[in-house]
């Protein structure tokens, strides 16, 4: 699966940006899309995942300001991050879990959050 992420940008805290993950394939078929990130000299983390059911969940730092969703006829998923801080600084990265440890990932936005 080809996974296309776009949407990142610079933004002054407290603002907003939407990131959205274009797959190449029906999102349908895929077990789960999630949004990650990584700030500089940390692990790579989760922010925010939908599975093919439509059930959701969010990493506690994410609950409350933002929001995942998915359309399916566009085979997109986005992730709508609003009261942004500059501790949500880091590249996100679109991923897609097809089951059996099988997994994808976009080649991941710049979020740049300023104080």
């Known amino acids: 699966v080809q996974l296309q992420a776009s949407g990142g940008g610079l933004v002054q805290a407290g603002g907003s940006l939407r990131l959205s993950c274009a797959a190449s394939?029906?999102?349908?078929?895929?077990?789960?899309m999630g949004w990650y990130r990584q700030a500089p000299g940390k692990q790579r983390e989760l922010v925010a995942r939908i599975t093919r059911s439509g059930a959701v969940n969010y990493a506690d730092s994410a609950k409350g300001r933002f929001t995942i969703s998915r359309d399916i006829a566009k085979n997109t998923v986005d992730l709508q991050m609003n009261s942004l801080r500059p501790e949500d600084t880091a590249v996100y990265y679109c991923?897609?879990?097809?089951?059996?440890?099988?997994?994808?990932w976009g080649q991941g936005t710049q979020v740049t959050v300023s104080s």
């Open positions: 394939v029906s999102i349908f078929s895929i077990k789960a």
């Open positions: 991923n897609a879990d097809r089951g059996f440890y099988r997994e994808d």
